[in-house]
């Protein structure tokens, strides 16, 4: 069935380093690869998404590649700064289906 | 506040209580969702309305019972729910014809069942 995995589970960097999340995916008809952001006690936002017809997308720090390939898609946030800790979902829609499928969520932590 | 509104933003209730949920979006958008989200577990899809008809029913128990009267509310009732339905449940709006893309988030309701 429809799986997202995501790694790790935690991050901890330094404020200026850079962070990478993976995720994987199982259904290769997947099209959509969405990732969310969510603050302590806040809702999830969007910040950068990506369609399976590109393979990397960039957004100031952020950036989004895919390898349709191997399955995988990954996050990475460049200069990393304080305001960026918090923990970040992965997510692939399957074919034209209104569902996303979340991976479990990565908590980030930028140290000083 | 975006343009998602949920209220309440807390609610405790017992096993044989009935409450709602309520979501409002004022951002346009025609299709809405309810997502559950507990503690170290994905994020899970519970209903999708797009167009006001309901698309989605990702095998949820019958003791959530979904409304969407327009496009801008939805609704959640809830009856004799188990202390396992305890949780985050976000409500999100999109527009149709990319409906599952670009979700906007309410706040979400801290629902504890005693």
């Known amino acids: 069935g429809e799986n997202v995995e995501q790694h790790p589970s935690t991050l901890s960097v330094q404020e200026g380093d850079s962070a990478v999340i993976k995720c994987t995916y199982s259904?290769?008809?997947?099209?959509?690869f969405p990732w969310y952001k969510q603050e302590l006690g806040k809702r999830p936002q969007l910040i950068i998404d990506?369609?399976?017809?590109?393979g990397e997308k960039k957004d100031q720090r952020i950036a989004v590649t895919l390898n349709k390939t191997a399955k995988h898609f990954s996050l990475h946030i460049t200069e990393t700064q304080p305001e960026d800790s918090a923990v970040y979902f992965c997510?692939?829609?399957?074919?034209?289906?209104?569902?996303?499928?979340f991976g479990t969520g990565t908590r980030l932590q930028v140290t000083l | 506040e975006t343009g998602v509104t949920q209220t309440p933003r807390h609610l405790v209730m017992g096993m044989t209580n009935k409450k709602s949920l309520k979501c409002e979006q004022h951002?346009?958008?025609?299709?809405m969702y309810w997502y559950k989200q507990s503690a170290k577990k994905p994020l899970e899809l519970m209903f999708v309305?797009?167009?006001?008809?309901?698309?989605e029913n990702n095998s949820v128990p019958s003791r959530f019972s979904p409304e969407c009267p327009n496009s801008s509310h939805l609704f959640l009732h809830l009856h004799t729910l188990q202390p396992e339905d305890s949780a985050l449940y976000l409500c999100?709006?999109?527009?149709?014809?990319?409906?599952?893309?670009?979700?906007?988030f309410g706040s979400g309701t801290q629902l504890s069942v005693l």
């Open positions: 999100a709006s999109s527009l149709t014809g990319r409906v599952g893309e670009k979700l906007f």
């Open positions: 259904d290769s008809a997947s099209n959509y």
């Open positions: 990506i369609r399976s017809n590109v």
């Open positions: 997510a692939a829609r399957f074919g034209t289906a209104s569902k996303l499928t």
């Open positions: 951002l346009g958008h025609n299709a």
């Open positions: 309305y797009s167009l006001e008809e309901r698309v």
